[in-house]
Structures are given as C-alpha cells and as structure tokens.
C-alpha cells in the first residue's frame, strides 16, 4: 500500500489518469496493489519450479521470436500503428519519431519525374499547430513515398501548445516538414544552398481556438492528460468558465503564436492553401499544395488517390470518434454549440479573429 501510495498519489494530485476523487485513490489502493503484490509473489514462486532448459532450447526460442518480431515488422502497417499509439506518445518524441518515419520510408527510394531531374528545390510544408499539421505530414509523406524525395523533419525537446520553437532537421532532405513553430528552416535551407517551393496550410483562427479547445479537453495527446489540462478543462463548472481558464492558460498564446507562423511563411513566399478546402473540396485542396510545389500534372491522379484516406468527408462516425484528432466527434452537440457560442461572443476573442483575418485570406 506504501508502494502504491507513492505512485498513486503523485498521479491524484496532479490530476492525471482520471483521477478525480479520494474514493478512487483509496479503492486503487486497497485492491489493485495488494493484487500486484500477491501475483508477483505468486509467480515467483511458479517460475522457480520450472526447470532451466538446455542452451540449445533458449537459443531456439530466441531465433524463432527474432523470426516472428522480423515479419510481423516486414508486414505491419507502420503508419497504423503509429496513429494507434500517438495518444500515449510523450510529446517531446512525436517529431523525432514522424522525423525517423519520413527517412526510412523515402529516403531511400529512387527519385522519379514528379521533378525535373536538375530541379534542387526542396519541398516545404508549414502548418502551425492546430492548423492542418497531422494532415500536412500524411500528405507530405503521400508524396514522397510516390516522388522518391527524401523527406527531413524537425524535433522539439519539449511538448506544449503554445510552445517552443521547433529544431530544424539535423540532415539534408529533398522535402522539409515545418511544422508547429520551425522558424529556422528559411536560414536551415540557405546553410544548404538551396532555393525552396512552399505551401502552408491556413486554419481560420477561430477554428484553431475551437480545435485545441476540444483537444486538450479530450485528452487527445499524452501531453494534455499528464499536465493535468484535460481534468482541469473537463472539471470546471460550465463551458464559459472552462473556456475562459482555457483562454488564460494556452488559448490566446496559441492563437497569437500560431497567427504569427502562418505570416511567417507567407513572407517567406509560400503558398497560402486554406485549411476550410479540404471540406469543400477535398481533392482540388490537395492538387493546390501540388501546384505550388511544381510537381508535374502526370503525378497528380496517383498522389489524390493515395490521399483518399485522408478525407474526414469519407469517414464514418465511427472512425471520426476513434481518431484522436478529430476531437468535435468526442462531444455532445450542445457542448459543441457553447464552445462556438463563447468564442462568437467574447469581445476579446473577436477583436484578435478579425484582426488576423485581415492579415491572411483565411478563405480564398
């Protein structure tokens, strides 16, 4: 009970892992520890009765699981697995481990006539947080994959939105992922000698606010549960008041910082691609970022089609509640209503949608 009070404890007070009242922590207490203990015990003792077996039966069982680990990695959906587990990845290793993705999977392949073969343009997609950057890198990798452009990325040393500024990628890359807050790619690519085409994905601000929103209440990435943001969201006494501390606590410096990239990249000469043509039409939305990028119409048919299961329009409600990006799944429509309600109506939040607004064509 001691161990456990030690473990359990840190988790109650910082509100963590659905935690919410004494009588939770003190059944935890009385019944799942006491019932790790007994079982370790338990099978200790099991396991020291068996008999050791011979060297050539370990050596078999290991030869025969290294065989199993090798097709069972040789014949999984990566990607699949990946979107499975991201809901308990830290934060802080989600890039590095997209970043490790986009090289094994492309950098390797044969480059084929997306581009003109004397073409040293490197490729860039922005998205701010919030704002299209999942979406962004499915289709980045969609194109490398189809191209053979060796994609880079970048990596953060920490998690949080707002946040840092992001790392830029630590090698040389055909296609580069600036996402969330890389600043630094423009100076990353002139180190390189480099010319690039860009394409920035643009969310409506009051979209961006709406969507954190719900993600952080939902609980959507390891981040916002372990920090305790997902409780504290969840148990205020109304949605104002939620959105209120939300506003205070990330939603105005997201929306300030996330503004800021979108214009940063529009100043580097990228390519303003609004995120709301994704829903109105889906499949021109994405022929715009190939546009912008100069891959050759030939290409085009091939990387829309690979892009299909990207397309929210075509998914069921089922598989909206099961994504833990698309977080207005996981609410009720009267919740949904109030969210939209505070932000339609809270003169703050509405001098700082229209003055960003003005700042970029949001709506093209």
């Known amino acids: 009970v001691g161990c456990g009070l030690v473990h359990h404890a840190a988790l109650f007070f910082w509100g963590m892992r659905g935690y919410s009242d004494v009588g939770t922590l003190g059944m935890t207490l009385a019944t799942e520890w006491p019932a790790l203990i007994v079982g370790v015990f338990a099978c200790t003792v099991a396991?020291?009765?068996?008999?050791?077996?011979?060297?050539?039966?370990?050596?078999?069982?290991?030869?025969?699981?290294?065989?199993?680990?090798?097709?069972?990695?040789?014949?999984a959906d990566l990607e699949a697995q990946i979107a499975d587990a991201m809901p308990y990845i830290p934060g802080e290793w989600m890039h590095t481990l997209g970043t490790f993705v986009f090289k094994q999977k492309s950098c390797a392949l044969p480059r084929?006539?997306?581009?003109?073969?004397?073409?040293?343009?490197?490729?860039?997609?922005?998205?701010?947080?919030?704002?299209?950057?999942?979406?962004?890198?499915?289709?980045?990798?969609?194109?490398?994959?189809?191209?053979?452009?060796?994609?880079?990325?970048?990596?953060?040393?920490?998690?949080?939105?707002?946040?840092?500024?992001?790392?830029?990628?630590?090698?040389?890359?055909?296609?580069?992922?600036?996402?969330?807050?890389?600043?630094?790619?423009?100076?990353?690519?002139?180190?390189?000698g480099r010319p690039h085409r860009c394409v920035v994905l643009a969310r409506d601000p009051a979209e961006r606010i709406r969507s954190l929103y719900l993600y952080g209440r939902s609980g959507g990435e390891y981040w916002v549960r372990s920090a305790g943001i997902m409780t504290r969201l969840s148990g205020a006494n109304s949605t104002r008041e939620s959105m209120e501390d939300f506003w205070q606590i990330m939603g105005k410096g997201h929306a300030i910082q996330s503004h800021e990239y979108i214009r940063f990249n529009q100043d580097h000469n990228c390519r303003v691609v609004p995120y709301s043509g994704f829903k109105k039409n889906f499949n021109a939305t994405v022929e715009d970022i190939l546009g912008g990028w100069g891959i050759r119409r030939e290409h085009w048919p091939a990387i829309v089609a690979a892009c299909?299961?990207?397309?929210?329009?075509?998914?069921?409600?089922?598989?909206?509640?099961?994504?833990?990006?698309?977080?207005?799944?996981?609410?009720?429509?009267?919740?949904?209503?109030?969210?939209?309600?505070?932000?339609?109506?809270?003169?703050?939040v509405q001098e700082l949608v229209a003055s960003q607004r003005m700042q970029v064509d949001y709506a093209r």
């Open 308 to 348: 299909q299961k990207y397309d929210f329009g075509r998914w069921s409600a089922e598989q909206l509640r099961k994504d833990p990006h698309h977080s207005a799944s996981k609410f009720d429509p009267t919740l949904l209503a109030e969210v939209k309600d505070w932000i339609a109506t809270t003169p703050e």
């Open 112 to 192: 084929n006539t997306c581009l003109d073969p004397s073409d040293r343009h490197v490729l860039v997609m922005a998205a701010a947080a919030k704002g299209g950057a999942m979406l962004a890198a499915k289709i980045f990798l969609e194109v490398g994959v189809h191209c053979g452009l060796c994609l880079s990325g970048g990596s953060r040393l920490g998690p949080g939105i707002p946040g840092e500024e992001e790392q830029v990628p630590t090698f040389e890359g055909d296609a580069l992922l600036a996402v969330i807050n890389m600043r630094g790619w423009p100076a990353h690519l002139q180190d390189l």
């Open 47 to 75: 396991v020291r009765r068996v008999p050791v077996p011979p060297r050539w039966a370990v050596a078999a069982a290991g030869a025969a699981g290294v065989a199993g680990l090798g097709l069972f990695l040789g014949t």
